[in-house]
């Protein structure tokens, strides 16, 4: 094991930089295996800068400049060190001398309130905030926290790149269908909603306690379905009636990962609406029992936010940082870091599709953005009341 | 090497000071005594009389909460000026019971700490702890271990230990009770001969009388935390300023009398013994006035049993009594008696056998009899005294 | 030699017995410096069990978050925790919990340590030593393995349903099934003092029974099982305090039947929400320390006299065995019974999942084996890391806490210290203080005394917070020892000269040397799994073996988190054997 790390040194940081494009599907669980050298590593090694798209504007230099003498980023997300290598990798082609890029791994709300905690004690430590907690977000920014930064991509982006003011869009993770595939037949994994209510009730004791979702109890999950029952409210259908049919065959997951190992232990035959950043990575591994699929009547693409805080220690970092995954050579390792790239001139492949890629497929309508669109607290309350009771 | 002077220590345990529940109890009320240079000073007195509470103060290791104690112009404590000298502050030499040697350290290691605290150098050091093995008689043994040696042996490396940095006062806390009879007796008679070859000021604890008789200078008699007599011990054993400590030092009985015929002290006066009914001639320690009530002490081996059939003895040298039973004791006999319902012990060499329902009579010469104004029973164990021989608890 | 001429002789004998001057003690403040260390001693302990505590009281009693300006004085946190509806179902639970796996654990350790100690069964010397293995393992990792097996897609939970031909023959995912694995995770606790108090009674009692003409069941009965009602108590409250606080195995099992537990129901609030609501965290975990408290007391009223300290390690005196006859195998099937469902296949099922892309009873092993999880591990700098950053928190805080409690123990019990009593109460305290709490009070208190504020995130945070969660183990490891030497040894030093201090340096610390080792891995496998606190405290650059499983498991990447408790237990294994083969050096010596 030893061996395959450290043997291979610059080659394989060659793969990695290079041929790893190539590399395409299997990049997910690729990244996992092949990628073993430290982020720093490259740092020695200049490797010149690419040209600047020429709609950048001109004092951008200034900026770079200044971001010499900061010379490191906190980054506070709710991402593991892997979704965040080719990202970091990439950006350290550019500014070698952000030498110190630490990428503390949080849950989605923990980000704000560590962030918020540090703040009254005036001991800003992050520069950039990434993490799909709408709610906290929009507190976050009503709150004018966050730094209004324009940065120069975004006339190349669609329009809800920047939801709020200085609330940049990360990615758009697509929300997927798992199956336990040596547990169910190819016709016995519907690529639908509504598929799934019609194989559900007609084995109702089989899938008894057999199927998963994310928990509307916590705040990603509770995004999820309350995005799904406003859209398919707004198109004039009875959302409820989906989870009337579901939830009672349903167990709660908080997260993918737990959701992910169940289906391939066969705890659960189909998780619906588990996240695609953590499925897609994992496939190289339980590849030979999972599958999964879009969710052909109702995708829901989740906009992981990110911003620089008013207040952030390394402001110019901080702002490099985020035009860079805004970019077309960002989104790619977005992209290649397990989520969903929405740039729409960042191309898609089988393992890594772009929100253009899933909007082709499953159709305009279908396609639901989990944005900042949300009721008061009260609702949310009511809607965590009524989604739990439906629980079987 | 100065005296050593206790005032008025006074010490409680228990109740509020210390926390814990109950009564406080007083361990020791208003003790004084002074050491002096060079003197074999023994603290004597049964289990929980408070002599080695004493001692602790005296060393430091407890805090009196009353009194003063010097050694010559050092004050170890004085609560009136709230002034305590911790007990490393004091110079002080201690053996214990248990010998407290250090059992991960070599004999010599043992006796290296004290010095080492003192910072002297290696050679003195090496030269001090030869000198005080060789005082002990252990010159062989410094790189032994404790458990490697036998009791005796350890007790003699707690004192030199004790010895090696001359400290001005050396403090024994029964050194001897973890010894077998035998080794025992050896040891007392060696411990006396080193503490007269060093000349030290020593403090001894003990609960047995015969230690305390042949080793010391003179002798404190300790009871409930009080001090009852401090004497040679001559004065202890022949002149017992009190009942308790007739009791404690040799075998003692005690009965009840009416002074028939008064005297001053030294006078031979008459009692009427109230068991008996009959009288006896004694020697009046103080003045007695007829009609009083005296408590009498008679040790058991002023007594003589005679056989009835011995010839009546001399009107009022002796009482009436009945055999109970005779014990052999190697060198002669202890007489269970009953003096009129009460209990009574008698030594004696002669083989005395009772007449009809064992009754014997027993002669005690007038100056073999202890009188104690008043009525004293109350002060002493009932029957006799503790055995002479000092089978150590 | 000189020494034949007479005089110098004499000189010298005269020399060696001039008085000495005794040792001069310098003071500070006319104090000698015992009273600064034992006032010191107290001050440090005191502060850091504050720490934690205060915050979280104050937190209690304000209506927003800390830091948040504006927050008025508002006892309304507790009104609102109260009308929670969920609350009371949860401390139902958690006392349900509790209850069931103190009264398992209790009776098996009974069970097992009467058959391992006193009766001949055939390997019974092994399987004591196999018994003690899951405390070495966090109860993530326990609970991750049970999963495993006895999941409802288990291995053993698959084979059994087939037989029976049950579709579910059991359901893990319940209070039951909660209390049956964190009995497997704390039955040694209670095994550790019932086997050791089983070691130490004295077997004339026993021959007495047995010349009375009583056969050996008979004096196991009325003689052995009541001598160990001091061992039995203190375990039991142990254990029930433990279950109570714990965290991984309500969070593993019952957030999917969305059965709630003390543990997950502060983590829920503190961690999950969108809006944490720091006033209703502060609130329940108020009432939480102060139920413990009130359970900790109880412990020290019922143990008030030495018992309660019943030694770790005591005097290992040859003790009898009962030959049962053909019973010892019906023993040996109970205790390897245990063995093997226990902590057994579950451990296997770990190591299993280590080695394999995916693990499930529906794809054979062989054909999805690799090492994959392990070069995730490996090839992460950020996974190392945390290996080498658990390693040094458990080995320094092994240390500090080793020292910091000889020094409690020191002055708790071998001082005058006025205040001896509350510094074994202090010191003994964080027992009534779960991780969750500990690591948000010591957030809060790094915060918001500046001082304090380079500590933040920093691996010293840790190690303060996860050492004050393992100083009364330490304690409790030294106490025994210590109260088994002699007070005249030190009597005997302190007489010739040494103060307090030196009494200790010069003497005791040599004697009291197997405690402190023992302390120091028992601390040292306490830390090396704990990770509760370090949730809050951690950031980047102080990740722990715990937190990083934590991460990896929410992002799915479970053979990960198998391949790196692995690698903790393996380190565990060799700091535990190299310390048991000290520990024989240490005997001889």
Redesign the interface.
Request: hydrophobic share 40%; aromatic share 12%; charged share 20%.
């Given at each position: 094991m030893s061996g395959h790390v450290s043997g291979a040194g610059p080659s394989r940081r060659q793969v990695l930089r290079g041929g790893g494009y190539a590399a395409g599907l299997a990049l997910g669980g690729g990244l996992l295996t092949a990628g073993c050298q430290p982020p720093k590593g490259a740092v020695g090694e200049a490797v010149a800068a690419e040209p600047r798209p020429s709609y950048y504007p001109g004092d951008y230099d200034r900026m770079v400049r200044a971001s010499k003498a900061e010379r490191e980023l906190t980054i506070y997300s709710n991402m593991d060190t892997y979704n965040w290598k080719p990202i970091v990798d990439g950006f350290q082609k550019h500014y070698p001398w952000v030498d110190n890029i630490a990428t503390t791994n949080l849950g989605s709300s923990q980000v704000f309130e560590r962030y918020n905690a540090e703040e009254a004690a005036n001991q800003q430590k992050a520069s950039l905030l990434v993490s799909g907690s709408p709610q906290n977000w929009l507190d976050f920014v009503s709150g004018r926290k966050l730094l209004d930064y324009a940065s120069p991509e975004l006339p190349h982006l669609p329009s809800f790149a920047r939801p709020r003011p200085g609330l940049y869009t990360f990615s758009t993770d697509c929300i997927v269908m798992v199956y336990n595939k040596v547990l169910l037949g190819e016709h016995e994994r519907p690529d639908s909603l509504a598929g799934l209510i019609t194989l559900v009730r007609s084995q109702p004791k089989r899938f008894k306690n057999k199927i998963t979702t994310y928990s509307a109890g916590m705040s990603f999950g509770l995004a999820i379905h309350d995005t799904y029952v406003r859209t398919r409210q707004r198109q004039g259908r009875d959302a409820w009636a989906t989870y009337d049919a579901l939830l009672p065959f349903t167990r709660a997951e908080e997260s993918s990962g737990p959701m992910l190992d169940k289906v391939a232990s066969g705890e659960y035959l189909i998780a619906y609406f588990a996240s695609s950043t953590i499925v897609f990575p994992q496939m190289a591994q339980v590849g030979e029992v999972v599958t999964w699929k879009f969710v052909a009547d109702g995708t829901p693409l989740f906009l992981r936010g990110m911003g620089v805080p008013a207040k952030s220690p390394h402001k110019n970092t901080g702002k490099l940082m985020l035009d860079y995954i805004l970019s077309h050579e960002g989104q790619s390792n977005v992209s290649r870091g397990g989520f969903t790239a929405y740039r729409p001139d960042v191309p898609a492949d089988a393992g890594h599709p772009t929100y253009t890629s899933v909007t082709k497929q499953v159709g305009k309508d279908n396609v639901m953005l989990i944005g900042y669109d949300f009721g008061t607290q009260k609702e949310q309350d009511a809607f965590v009341k009524q989604w739990e009771g439906r629980l079987g | 090497m100065p005296e050593l002077t206790v005032r008025g220590l006074t010490k409680r345990f228990g109740g509020a000071t210390t926390g814990t529940a109950g009564t406080p109890v007083t361990a020791l009320d208003d003790v004084s005594f002074t050491v002096n240079d060079g003197e074999f000073f023994t603290l004597l007195g049964p289990s929980g009389c408070g002599k080695s509470t004493t001692l602790a103060a005296i060393a430091g290791l407890e805090a009196p909460d009353g009194g003063r104690i010097t050694a010559g112009d050092v004050v170890f404590v004085d609560t009136a000026e709230k002034r305590f000298l911790n007990p490393e502050e004091r110079n002080l030499g201690m053996v214990f019971q248990s010998y407290a040697l250090w059992p991960h350290m070599t004999v010599a290691a043992n006796l290296d700490l004290p010095l080492k605290l003192r910072g002297l150098s290696r050679a003195d050091r090496d030269k001090r702890i030869d000198a005080a093995l060789e005082q002990v008689g252990l010159g062989q043994y410094r790189r032994r271990y404790p458990h490697q040696m036998s009791g005796g042996q350890q007790q003699r490396v707690a004192l030199a230990r004790a010895l090696v940095y001359s400290p001005t006062v050396l403090l024994l806390d029964e050194p001897l009770s973890n010894l077998d009879a035998k080794l025992r007796e050896q040891a007392r008679a060696w411990l006396k001969e080193l503490q007269e070859d060093v000349g030290i000021t020593t403090i001894y604890v003990t609960h047995d009388q015969t230690e305390a008789l042949t080793l010391s200078d003179r002798i404190a008699v300790m009871r409930d935390g009080k001090m009852l007599q401090v004497g040679t011990p001559e004065e202890i054993y022949e002149r017992p300023a009190d009942p308790a400590v007739a009791d404690f030092v040799g075998r003692c009985n005690f009965l009840l009398a009416e002074v028939a015929e008064g005297g001053a002290a030294g006078a031979e006066i008459t009692v009427r013994v109230a068991a008996t009914g009959t009288p006896l001639r004694v020697t009046a320690r103080q003045e007695h006035a007829a009609g009083d009530t005296v408590t009498l002490g008679i040790r058991a081996e002023r007594i003589a049993v005679r056989a009835p059939g011995d010839g009546e003895p001399g009107g009022a040298g002796a009482l009436p009594a009945r055999l109970v039973r005779r014990l052999y004791s190697g060198s002669r006999y202890e007489y269970e008696l009953d003096c009129g319902g009460h209990p009574m012990t008698a030594e004696d060499t002669a083989v005395v056998e009772g007449g009809t329902d064992g009754a014997v009579w027993l002669t005690v010469p007038p100056d073999g009899v202890y009188t104690f104004a008043g009525d004293r029973t109350s002060e002493v164990g009932t029957g006799a005294g503790a055995p002479v021989a000092g089978a150590a608890a | 030699m000189a020494d034949v001429i007479e005089t110098p002789q004499a000189r010298?004998?005269a020399?060696?017995?001039?008085?000495?001057?005794?040792?001069r003690?310098r003071r500070l403040l006319g104090a000698?410096r015992e009273r600064w260390i034992q006032y010191g001693v107290f001050a440090v302990l005191l502060l850091l069990v504050l720490a934690p505590v205060v915050p979280t009281v104050w937190q209690s009693l304000v209506s927003k978050?800390?830091?948040?300006?504006g927050g008025a004085l508002d006892p309304g946190n507790y009104a609102r925790l109260f009308t929670d509806e969920g609350f009371g179902t949860v401390i139902v639970n958690s006392l349900l919990l509790a209850a069931l796996t103190t009264v398992f654990s209790v009776v098996l350790a009974v069970v097992l340590s009467v058959l391992l100690v006193r009766v001949r069964v055939p390997g019974g010397r092994v399987m004591g030593g196999l018994l003690m293995w899951p405390i070495y393992i966090s109860p993530l990792v326990l609970a991750f393995g049970w999963i495993?097996v006895y999941?409802?897609?288990?291995y053993v939970t698959?084979a059994v349903g087939h037989l029976i031909g049950a579709?579910e023959p059991w359901n893990l995912y319940s209070i039951f099934g909660m209390a049956l694995t964190s009995t497997v995770a704390l039955t040694p606790i209670a095994y550790l003092y019932c086997s050791n108090a089983l070691r130490m009674a004295d077997s004339s009692l026993e021959h007495a029974a047995r010349t009375c003409g009583a056969g050996p069941l008979r004096v196991i009965r009325s003689v052995i099982l009541p001598m160990m009602r001091p061992p039995i108590m203190y375990s039991a409250l142990l254990i029930f305090t433990a279950s109570l606080e714990e965290l991984s195995i309500p969070l593993?099992y019952g957030?999917?039947?969305?059965i709630e537990l003390f543990g997950s129901f502060l983590y829920?609030y503190g961690?999950?929400?969108?809006?944490?609501d720091y006033g209703i965290l502060g609130a329940a975990s108020v009432l939480f320390l102060a139920f413990l408290a009130v359970l900790v007391t109880i412990q020290g009223l019922v143990l008030r006299n030495s018992r309660r300290f019943i030694a770790v390690r005591g005097k290992a005196t040859r003790v009898h065995r009962f030959d049962l006859g053909r019973l010892r195998w019906a023993g040996f099937a109970i205790a390897a019974g245990y063995l093997i469902l226990g902590p057994g296949l579950p451990l296997l099922g770990l190591i299993a999942r280590a080695f394999t892309?995916?693990?499930?009873?529906?794809?054979s092993p062989l054909?999805?084996l690799s090492?994959?999880n392990?070069?995730?591990i490996?090839?992460?700098?950020?996974?190392t890391g945390s290996i080498g950053n658990s390693l040094i928190v458990a080995v320094v805080g092994g240390v500090a806490v080793t020292v910091v409690a000889a020094l409690a123990v020191l002055v708790a019990r071998r001082s005058?210290f006025r205040a001896a009593?509350a510094v074994e109460f202090t010191a003994l305290a964080p027992q009534a203080l779960p991780g969750v709490i500990m690591g948000l009070g010591f957030?809060?208190t790094i915060?918001?005394v500046a001082p304090l504020?380079p500590l933040?995130?920093t691996l010293t945070a840790i190690i303060i917070a996860f050492g004050v969660a393992a100083l009364p183990a330490a304690f409790g490891a030294i106490a025994p020892m210590v109260m088994q030497i002699?007070g005249?040894?030190d009597?005997?030093?302190?007489?010739?000269?040494?103060?307090?201090w030196?009494t200790f340096s010069?003497?005791l610390l040599?004697?009291i040397t197997p405690a402190l080792l023992a302390s120091f891995v028992l601390v040292f496998v306490n830390m090396i799994k704990a990770f509760s606190a370090a949730v809050f405290l951690g950031?980047?650059?102080s990740q722990v073996i715990g937190t990083t499983s934590l991460?990896?498991?929410?992002?799915?990447?479970?053979?990960a988190v198998a391949a790196l408790s692995c690698l903790q237990i393996a380190i565990t294994a060799v700091v535990v054997v190299a310390a048991g083969r000290l520990f024989k050096v240490n005997a001889h010596a």
């Open positions: - | - | 010298d004998d020399a060696h017995r001039a008085p000495l001057p005794a040792p003690y000698p978050p800390l830091y948040a300006s495993i999941g409802p897609a288990g698959s579709e593993l957030k999917p039947v969305e829920d961690l999950d929400e969108a809006t944490p892309q995916v693990l499930s009873p529906l794809v054909k999805v090492l994959g392990f070069q995730i490996f090839g992460y700098s950020e996974y005058g009593k957030f809060w915060l918001f504020r933040q995130g002699g005249e040894l009597a005997a030093a302190r007489s010739v000269g040494a103060d307090w030196r010069r003497v040599r004697l950031n980047a650059d991460t990896l498991w929410t992002n799915g990447n479970t053979g």
